[in-house]
């Protein structure tokens, strides 16, 4: 495990296998890896604007979550879909796309952050929530964002 500070505060990020399997929203002691140490040099570039896409091996899941994080991580830098547009998209429930936005265990890398409400910003994990949501967006310079 290694922790970054982010312009939201501490982040601290897990792997397994050889993936990022983790990030949470908080800090944290514990052995680093190569890959922490490049995971956490991604999140540092990101932040300050160097780093549109990350180039990591991340741990997706499986099963319907799987597609869910895969469907998000497809959403490029700066653009922004619904819940809608994802449950067409895969052919499910807008609340089961929430739901697995909701249980994304990888935040920022995979960018939940770009998915929105038909009429709301939805919810997001960070402390914080919908602001730091809208500190995201606000980075990436999000289209349509209208706040």
Known sequence: MTSTLTPLG???LTEAGGVITGL??????????PL???????????????LTQFDLPLDFGTGFQARVRRAMADIPYGE?????????DLSAPAQAI???CGANPI????????????KSLGGFSAPGGVESKVALLRLEK???LLI
Do not use: M, N
Not at 24 to 33: F, P, Q
Not at 80 to 88: E, F, I, P, Q
Not at 107 to 118: F, N, S, T
């Open 142 to 144: 999000a289209a349509g």
């Open 10 to 12: 501490w982040v601290s």
């Open 36 to 50: 922490l140490t490049e995971a956490a040099a991604q999140i540092a570039a990101y932040f300050d604007g160097r």
């Open 24 to 33: 949470e929203w908080h800090r944290a002691a514990g052995e680093t890896s």
């Open 107 to 118: 935040p920022i890398l995979i960018p939940c952050h770009r998915v929105l409400g038909a």
């Open 98 to 100: 929430g739901q697995a």
């Open 80 to 88: 922004t879909k619904t819940y809608g547009d994802l449950a067409r």
